[in-house]
């Protein structure tokens, strides 16, 4: 997944459970200032921030092993 997705669908998941930023930063311990930064592509998150934000959306970060087409 490439870090636009990453972002994309961590925005589209915020909206789906109908949660603003302010509450999503509240309950995630990421500042506002960061999501709203990461939201709109001008900041990037740590891990450890990213993984708050998927506990707080129910989300879960995966990693696969890619294929390689050849």
Known sequence: MHFKEI???IKTRRKSLQVTQEEVSELSGVSLRT???FESSK???TMANLQ????TLGL????????IHR
Do not use: F
């Open 7 to 9: 972002i994309a669908t």
């Open 35 to 37: 999501l709203k930064q």
């Open 43 to 45: 900041g990037n998150l």
């Open 52 to 55: 708050k934000l998927c506990d």
């Open 60 to 67: 879960e970060i995966k990693l696969t092993v890619k294929e």
